[in-house]
């Protein structure tokens, strides 16, 4: 159903339907330069029998020292000392894939390291350090139900944070073709110790 205007659609039940959404929208995005992927290299960092893919950016390289040393209370102040724009209100027309259970936005992370990086946010502001709710879930779920899909929640500037808008994120799986289709890099963590 429409919400407002056509490029809008409420997400269908059908995943390949979504799917097939996420690509259109993000072939327009890189085309209308609304969209941008950082250059990184990825490497495989082994702890405690948990691999983690570890994207390394040389442009990083060239951030100042002195934007590492900021407080967190800086992050939320503009290069000019106003407020930051909240990216989700509203979210970039280019960014927009669509509206899901008319709470939350289903966009683009506009400077991702992945391909099909995506965020749902709430509609309405709701602090990123609220625990999720059911209809959180919810929605969530109506997107990652039928899409190979790995789904987290950073919540609050300790889980490294940096936009207070409530907001999960998701990315396709496999993470990388070491990987299996749907395994993560915590899998074989997860599997082993279940079975001691």
């Known amino acids: 159903?429409?919400?407002?205007?056509?490029?809008?659609?409420?997400?269908?039940?059908?995943?390949?339907?979504?799917?097939?959404?996420?690509?259109?929208?993000?072939?327009?995005?890189?085309?209308?330069?609304?969209?941008?992927?950082?250059?990184?290299?990825?490497?495989?960092?082994?702890?405690f029998g948990v691999e983690f893919i570890v994207s390394v950016s040389k442009a990083l390289n060239k951030k100042s020292t002195r934007d590492s040393d900021k407080s967190n209370s800086d992050k939320t102040k503009s290069d000019d000392g106003g407020a930051k724009k909240n990216p989700f209100l509203p979210p970039e027309k280019h960014l927009l894939i669509c509206e899901i259970m008319k709470t939350h936005n289903l966009v683009f992370n506009k400077f991702n390291v992945v391909d099909y990086h995506m965020i749902l946010s709430t509609i309405d502001f709701q602090h990123q350090s609220e625990p999720l709710t059911v209809s959180d879930f919810a929605a969530l779920w109506k997107v990652i139900k039928n899409m190979n899909l790995l789904a987290f929640y950073n919540c609050g500037?300790?889980?490294?944070?940096?936009?207070?808008?409530?907001?999960?994120?998701?990315?396709?799986?496999?993470?990388?073709?070491?990987?299996?289709?749907?395994?993560?890099?915590?899998?074989?963590?997860?599997?082993s110790s279940s079975t001691s």
Not at 167 to 187: A, K, S
Request: no cysteine.
């Open 1 to 47: 159903k429409p919400t407002g205007d056509s490029d809008n659609n409420e997400v269908e039940e059908d995943g390949l339907q979504l799917w097939e959404k996420v690509k259109e929208v993000e072939k327009n995005a890189k085309k209308q330069g609304a969209l941008f992927t950082i250059d990184t290299t990825q490497e495989i960092i082994s702890d």
């Open 157 to 191: 500037s300790l889980s490294g944070a940096s936009q207070p808008h409530k907001h999960m994120q998701m990315i396709p799986l496999p993470m990388t073709p070491r990987l299996q289709d749907t395994e993560t890099p915590v899998d074989h963590a997860i599997f």
